[in-house]
């Protein structure tokens, strides 16, 4: 799978005073690029946590700010893999307005594999295909 | 112990588009307050937690808003119980904004106590002074 | 119009370390409902801010809390109108969980028009049908 | 000024099912660092905003996850500007749990001077030194 698109709609929770996104909030927009990613890509990213003991936390997070988003609008979150093996995978995203297509934010995450006491676990086999392992 | 008081300073992240505070982060600034309560009264919640194996959900919360909060400002967060039994806590709030001193929100929260399976669970013995109890 | 529905998909942002959905969020949803109804009532809430000059300010929010939703669950936000006049609404919600069709949360919220100036304000007479005045 | 500690308790709110502190509220607390060293300087940014009709809006974030915090803990949040112009301000961020002395998280936040509309500003001279300009 070369990308997942996801949409998300600016709620007003999700703005400050200054009248646009809170700039935190995109790194929960790429969460949910990441977890319908995975989704499509065959996992569910509540299985993986629940039966397959494996969590992605979270080891670095880069945005690149280039426009901002308001309230209502429509963003569409395209997500894609941009490396992974059995320990790590690095997400790239990239966040448009859609109405006017206009770019907003670009960013990656990079995650580790961990297991359910939190230390360092190789992703089982049978979830790699998915990671295009 | 009549009530304890916390303060909270306003978060840029905590305002919204009208320029003033979120109206859900009240709730958040009352948990920041039941929290400091129970600390206050000797028990840390997180405590209660993993070594009493007890959890509080809210069962209902109810506020009013008198007069929003603005970024940077001081909350003050005035917390007390209003009722308790083994089976269940309600605590009271009053937020006023400190450095002119006006009502901001009143708020009641409800809690049940619950088990590490979520199930209801009476609260063990040695906790409940600290409730009043 | 009786009421609306929406749907929202539980983020991982939105759970708490019990394992469900923090309480503040159900304000979140039913601020999305409300939106929502808006919309489809056929007023868009950022216009009624921008070309309205109109804010719907929340004066009180009630919840109660029945069962709690989990990360990636479809909640399905049923919001309607329990009463209206030009000075405020009251928007009441009813949340559940969509695979099981459990009932979740429910809720009021009552809203006082206010202007630009953050003061009260009558609601101009075309925003009024929508709203069933 | 070289660089200014803040301090912030990790409020339940902030975590997520994982049990540790969701990654994209580290962002918040460098706000609060971000605010803080500000107001140590001798600048409150809200007056910034409102008198100075500038803001300082987000043009890049990074940052590294090294371990993760938990509920209730207190950290310690490591300000200081890494470079700075009459265009833009680079903040970086080191976040420590206090009890342990354990390093949590760096990161670095880039910023632009914007006007009251949301166009590039050159940050006036008043505000200058304070910024170490």
């Known amino acids: 799978m070369k990308f997942h698109e ?10 400050d005073q200054m009248g646009v996104v809170y700039h935190a909030n995109y790194l929960v927009w790429m969460e949910v690029g ?15 946590e629940s039966h397959g003991g494996i969590f992605l936390a979270v ?16 963003v569409g979150i395209r997500t894609s893999i941009e490396s992974a093996n059995p320990r790590m ?8 307005e859609l109405s006017a297509d206009r770019k907003l934010v670009t960013g990656v995450t990079k995650h580790v594999f961990l297991g359910p006491d939190l230390k360092p676990r190789k992703l089982p086999e049978r979830y790699r295909p998915a990671f295009g392992i």
């Not at 977890?35 to 993986?48: D, T």
């Not at 995978?89 to 448009?96: K, S």
């Open 6 to 15: 996801s949409r998300v709609r600016v709620r007003y929770a999700e703005t």
């Open 34 to 48: 990441r977890v319908e990613y995975c989704r499509a890509a065959g996992i569910r990213y509540k299985e993986l």
């Open 59 to 74: 080891a670095e997070a880069n945005c690149r700010y280039l426009y901002p988003a308001r309230y209502d609008e429509e």
């Open 89 to 96: 995978v690095t997400f790239a995203y990239e966040m448009r």
